[in-house]
């Protein structure tokens, strides 16, 4: 299983971005997928999920109404687009697979990860 995710950068406070986590070596269309940050000395935390058909999502408080997370099932790719950015957006931002199809918010409901990128929010 190969997570690959991609789109992180550095923008102004108020900016945009739009990650994308291309999947492989799984069946994509089947499992809810999610998106996670972690901070510098933070722990890592959830951002955003959706599930295995993109009709059912959930974001975390923080980001609630600045971020959308979407899906391709064709094209195995996840996409979160992050607007109004802040600089307490400033993470690495991780993609995972979750174990289900369903929509979870926990570490322990993913079993696979990407390697991360950084998006870096400036004031």
């Known amino acids: 299983v190969q997570l690959q995710a991609s789109g992180g950068g550095s923008v102004q406070a108020g900016g945009s971005l739009r990650l994308s986590c291309a999947a492989s070596?799984?069946?994509?269309?089947?499992?809810?997928m999610g998106w996670f940050r972690q901070a510098p000395g933070q722990e890592r935390e959830f951002v955003a999920v959706?599930?295995?058909?993109?009709?059912?999502?959930r974001y975390a408080d923080s980001v609630k109404g600045r971020v959308t997370i979407s899906r391709d099932n064709a094209e195995n790719t996840m996409y979160l687009q992050m607007n109004s950015l802040e600089p307490e957006d400033t993470a690495v931002y991780y993609c995972?697979?979750?174990?289900?199809?369903?929509?979870?918010?926990?570490?322990?409901?993913?079993?696979?990860w990407g390697q991360g990128t950084l998006v870096t929010v400036s004031s």
């Open positions: 070596g799984l069946t994509f269309s089947s499992i809810a």
């Open positions: 959706i599930n295995w058909s993109g009709v059912s999502s």
């Open positions: 995972a697979a979750g174990r289900t199809s369903y929509v979870r918010t926990m570490m322990k409901d993913f079993n696979f």
